[in-house]
């Protein structure tokens, strides 16, 4: 659906996730965009979505696409894969005209489709994003050719937010996930879960840099900012705008943990939407 013709350039772009994950994917936009003012929502109080019914992320998306639209956001970037799974369609139909929508699986599929050289696609994500087998509906109708093989690896988003990374306890349970013959003889990796490029070094490393990875940021970094272009609604503006980080439950460990997320200190605000 088109964007409604009174969004303007000068409005923020909302980002959610389920958590602060989805800072990877605000970081990249950051990078690519940086006179596009964000605002950030991360449902920390329902961490983590990976386990939840559908019901349960379709309603949570809903809501937060609501404090997100109240915010005056142009553009809504669901940067969890699990919510772009299991709520997408929901959250475009409640949204409507009224900013344009955008998950982060659809840009990794566009870009692995295309690679006709690899065949068999394995992918690393949730639980949730795995039972919904959206990477192989979506690819398999994108490229008939390709085969893909999901692993869910539940055990990786705690370790990423308590820290553990790039260390022998996290490289341990990586080797243990990744030698699963389930994803044995793959031609590319798709890191589908917003948490993952934190671990990319150590996964790099387990496949000696000969397999590619495909890392939902970067993709969707580009998608936001040719959607923008395509609607004419890049901000004229050439400040350095302040961002907003909210989420639905603070503790400080969160904060403590954004730095490793997105590469610099920033204040979490708590916006009580749930309370
Ligand atoms: N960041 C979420 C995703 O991309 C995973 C974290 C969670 O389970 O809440 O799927």
Redesign the pocket.
């Known amino acids: 659906m088109p964007a409604s013709e009174n969004l303007r350039g000068n409005q923020p772009i909302g980002i959610f996730?389920?958590?602060i994950?989805?800072l990877t994917v605000a970081r990249a936009i950051k990078e690519k965009l940086p006179y596009e003012k964000l605002i950030y929502f991360g449902d920390t109080a329902h961490?983590?979505?990976?386990d939840k019914s559908p019901d349960s992320i379709k309603y949570y998306s809903i809501r937060i696409a609501q404090f997100l639209l109240d915010n005056h956001c142009k553009m809504i970037v669901i940067a969890?894969?699990?919510a772009s799974a299991l709520a997408y369609e929901a959250v475009k139909d409640f949204v409507g005209k009224r900013a344009v929508v955008v998950n982060v699986i659809d840009p990794v599929v566009q870009k692995i489709s295309k690679e006709k050289k690899l065949k068999n696609i394995g992918v690393i994500?949730?639980k949730g994003?795995i039972k919904s087998g959206i990477h192989a509906s979506k690819i398999k109708k994108a490229n008939a050719k390709q085969e893909v093989h999901g692993l869910a690896t539940p055990l990786l988003?705690p370790m990423i937010e308590e820290g553990f990374f790039n260390n022998k306890i996290s490289r341990s349970i990586i080797n243990a996930y990744l030698s699963r013959p389930k994803i044995k003889n793959i031609d590319a990796l798709i890191l589908g879960?917003?948490?993952f490029p934190l671990i990319k070094p150590e996964i790099e490393e387990f496949y000696n840099n000969k397999i590619p990875l495909i890392d939902s940021a970067e993709e969707v970094a580009e998608q936001v900012y040719q959607l923008l272009k395509k609607n004419n609604l890049l901000n004229p503006s050439q400040k350095i705008p302040v961002h907003h980080f909210y989420v639905s439950d603070y503790t400080d460990a969160f904060e403590k943990s954004t730095r490793f997320f997105f590469s610099e200190t920033i204040r979490l605000q708590e916006a009580r939407i749930w309370k």
């Open positions: 996730d389920s958590g994950g989805g961490l983590p979505y990976g969890c894969n699990t994500a949730t994003t988003v879960c917003t948490h």
